[in-house]
Structure formats: structure tokens, C-alpha cells
């Protein structure tokens, strides 16, 4: 069954607004990043859908280069789905753009608007997760309010074939030193995500092993099966 072993989402959190602390490090078991450049003619909606029906427990809209309004429709739409599935949903970089939209929040990195902004624009029951390589970034990150850490990469990837590589001692060293929960980003599949254990991370963050996989679901439960293994480990 997919995400056996999970703790189950819950709609209605609280501590902090719509989602508490506590559900916040849940929900980064399987963290969906999107890219439409996987689709070979399917329907974006349609593979967040499956996805969170695989086992997804957190997804984030990243749309670089698409027309505003185009974005804006996009967000709409995958917002509405995980408020039906009780799953988070925030947009990376644009901060207006999840402010306008109702978005749970927002992904910033370290070159986007900075975590007190994006807190100050927000408001304070709103998701803001930050992008981090080192232990000084993510001590910083965590004081300015941020809710999670998206931590990598941690392999060389088509999604980002330049990012700086984040090793596996310096990804424990990251856990170690924050309370917040963090994700391992960059090349994540069901075949690496055991090199996760024993660092600490909540969970592990995804782009193409769900979004270029013929079957998302089937692909969300693999993941599962493996993230649940090395989480808290």
C-alpha cells in the first residue's frame, strides 16, 4: 500500500497556522518538485495528482522561465489539489506569486528574496523553506524564521547540471547543527535515497524520479518504501 509506514497527513494542524512544526518535518518524507520539461504531452495536474496518490507528502510549483500568468493558472490549479489532499503546497522563488495565490508558502534560495522578506510579505502561519549548502547558510536560514531546509545538491543533476555538490558528511553536519527539519535534494530516486541514512534528513526531495517516470505513482510509492528506511536513522 502506498506510503505504508507514514505517519498520516492531517488537514487541520496546529500550532502555528494551518500546518504545525511537527507536520511540517512529516510532511518532507517525499517532497515533489515539478518540471514541465518531463511531461512528453501529459498534464501537469494530472502527475501532481498521481504522485500524492503514490505517497508525495509535500509539493512545490518551480516554474523558471513560463509567463506569469501561465505560472499563476498553474499554481491555482495544484494549489486547489493538495488542499483536497491535506498536502503542502508552495511555490519556489516568487513570494507575490504565493501571496496572491494562497499558497502555503514559499521556497527561497540563497539569491532569491531572503527569508525575512518572504516571512514579512507571508505572514507568520505561512510555510518558508530555504535552500542551503553549508552549515553557516543553514544556522542562518534557520534564524530568520525559516520552516525547513531543501539541502543539495547532493548529486549532479539534468535539473541542475551546475550546482555545487553538497557531500554526504557536510549534509549530516547540516542536520546536526539545525532544529528545523531538512530535505536531501539532487538526484534522489528509490536507487540513492539509501545513501540518506544516518544523516538526519526528514526526507528526500525529488524532480525527475517523479516527473519523468512513465508512472508517478508507481514511482512515489518506490520512493516511499525507500525514504521510510532511512528517515530518523
Known sequence: MAGEGVAPRRS?????????????????LLYAVT????????????????AIAGGATFVQLREKSAPREEVRALAIELRDICAAEGVPFVIDDDVELAAEVGADGVHV????????????????????GVSAQTVEEALAAQAAGADYLGVGALHPTATKPDAVDVTGEELKRICEAVDIPVVGIGGVDASTACELAGSGVAGGAVVSALFAADDPRAAAEDLVRELVKVVGE
Not at 494542524?13 to 511540517?24: H, L, M, Q, T
Not at 534560495?109 to 518558508?128: N, P, T
Request: net charge negative; aromatic share 4%.
Open 35 to 50: 518540471d514541465r520539461a518531463w511531461l512528453r504531452g501529459r498534464e501537469l495536474a494530472a502527475l501532481v495528482r498521481e
Open 109 to 128: 534560495g540563497q539569491e532569491d528574496m531572503v527569508c525575512e522578506q518572504a516571512r514579512a510579505l507571508l505572514g507568520e502561519d505561512a510555510i518558508v
Open 12 to 28: 487541520v494542524p496546529c500550532a502555528r497556522g494551518r500546518w504545525s512544526a511537527d507536520d511540517i518535518r512529516r510532511s518532507m
